[in-house]
């Protein structure tokens, strides 16, 4: 088994730590915030994720994982480091902001005296991997003994332990003109995917970067295209839901991620659409991702479509209304707060007047830190409790489960938004309750 390090233990390096280990690797998780490397050490994930606390405390304990704050330690551990830090967007601005990323080569590469490998696992602009691997080789001693090479992620969240274990596909980018050893190294730690079939894809260094952002960027046009096909459904009065099934039916086109509702939001898709844009700007091939553009306007009208719904059903006016709304991920199974629409759209039913009280079964804590002036219950039931409509904003399998019947005798009107296209609208409405979702009649 291979010695590598983790450079950076957000979700994406904490994760990627953990399940290394959990493979059988020696892993060293390295990260300059002092307080997320006591919590790791101790067996404490600082997210939510499903499975992937156990994974942690279990590997500290057998010994093949730990964690640290010396990139010199890292430099020593290891021949693999995977560089695992975040590239957000910058403020005011499309593009991705590479700091972190080049902070880590520059903290790293420095203390590297022998042959190694950084294999980039962040989500970057096409052509950063080149840059940085010749600013790795001038800063170490290794000089062009010091390899960059790129393996991007694929994770899902709340099913991120899984994704890593047994991925859809592993992807490897090399350096054509510095051949060394990337490819063999790579197969040496995925061994075990490999064996499993998994499909391993050896490419060159530009279009590994370019496998994410294609991908996001693909999957981000499908859910906006069936939520363009929502506003055409509601001015037609068809049913987006039926819709979706019937073309879901044909292979080509298939029926995951055709779920019309709010949208799109979280760390990644927002964010990396919008840098691929600008990245296809700055390399004079701006045309080919104009499309983008429109794919994200139509992912925030639907924010904004939802207010406008809650409005309509209450005569024109929120002022005075109890809302409840459940949701507060971007995401089920997840805490994950960031570009939320379920927070967006409570943030905006407050500003129009209404009293909104969220509950969510993960993510509150972290949606206060975000939105501090709204309301937060402890349960379901007292988020609900006096509640003249209920919004279902993000599609926990809870909140599925709702039983109309129950909830009616919380609430104080019997009305139902479904930000999610989730519940069973006949069900509902059959129990009383005025039912209304995104692109249905």
Not at 291 to 307: G, I, P, S
């Amino acid at each position: 088994m291979t010695k590598l390090t983790v450079l950076g233990t957000g979700y994406l390096g904490a994760t990627h730590a953990a399940c290394m280990a959990e493979l059988g690797h020696e892993v060293l998780g390295v990260d300059i915030d002092e307080g997320k490397i006591a919590k790791l050490q101790e067996g404490q994930v600082p997210f939510f994720e499903p499975e992937l606390e156990e994974v942690l405390q279990r590997n500290i304990k057998a010994g093949r994982l730990r964690f640290s704050t010396s990139y010199r330690e890292a430099a020593e551990w290891g021949t693999a480091h995977f560089l695992c830090v975040g590239t957000p967007q910058k403020r005011g601005e499309y593009a991705a902001d590479l700091r972190y990323v080049e902070s880590v080569i520059d903290e790293l590469a420095p203390h590297i005296t022998e042959p190694a490998v950084i294999y980039g696992k962040s989500t970057v602009p096409v052509g950063t991997a080149a840059r940085l691997g010749a600013r790795a080789r001038a800063l170490s001693p290794a000089g062009a003994q010091l390899e960059v090479a790129w393996n991007p992620e694929f994770l899902r969240e709340g099913f991120a332990v899984g994704d890593t274990l047994h991925p859809d596909r592993l992807v490897v980018g090399i350096d054509p003109q510095r051949p060394g050893r990337a490819e063999e190294l790579s197969r040496e730690i995925y061994a075990t995917a490999i064996a499993a079939q998994t499909p391993f894809l050896v490419t060159d260094l530009a279009t590994a970067e370019l496998v994410k952002v294609a991908a996001n960027a693909f999957l981000a046009t499908k859910i906006s295209f069936i939520n363009a096909m929502a506003e055409l459904c509601e001015a037609a009065d068809a049913d987006v839901t039926v819709l979706a099934d019937a073309i879901g039916h044909d292979a080509r086109i298939g029926r995951r991620f055709l779920n019309a509702g709010l949208g799109f939001g979280g760390g990644c898709l927002p964010k990396d659409i919008r840098a691929f844009m600008a990245r296809a700007g700055e390399l004079q091939a701006h045309q080919a991702l104009t499309f983008l553009r429109e794919v994200d306007n139509v992912n925030m009208r639907r924010r904004t479509r939802m207010v406008e719904l809650t409005r309509e059903t209450f005569d024109g006016s929120l002022i005075g209304t109890r809302l409840a709304v459940l949701g507060a991920a971007f995401k089920p199974d997840s805490d994950d707060v960031r570009d939320s629409p379920a927070l967006n759209v409570a943030g905006q039913l407050q500003l129009q007047g209404a009293n909104v009280t969220v509950y969510d079964p993960q993510a509150m804590d972290n949606a206060r830190v975000l939105f501090p002036t709204l309301e937060y219950a402890t349960s379901l039931t007292e988020a609900c409790e006096g509640a003249d409509a209920v919004l279902v904003l993000t599609e926990w399998q809870q909140f599925r489960d709702l039983d109309p019947a129950d909830l009616a005798e919380l609430v104080r009107g019997t009305r139902v938004l479904d930000g999610r296209n989730c519940l069973d609208a006949q069900r509902w409405t059959a129990a009383g309750w005025t039912y209304r979702g995104l692109g249905r009649y």
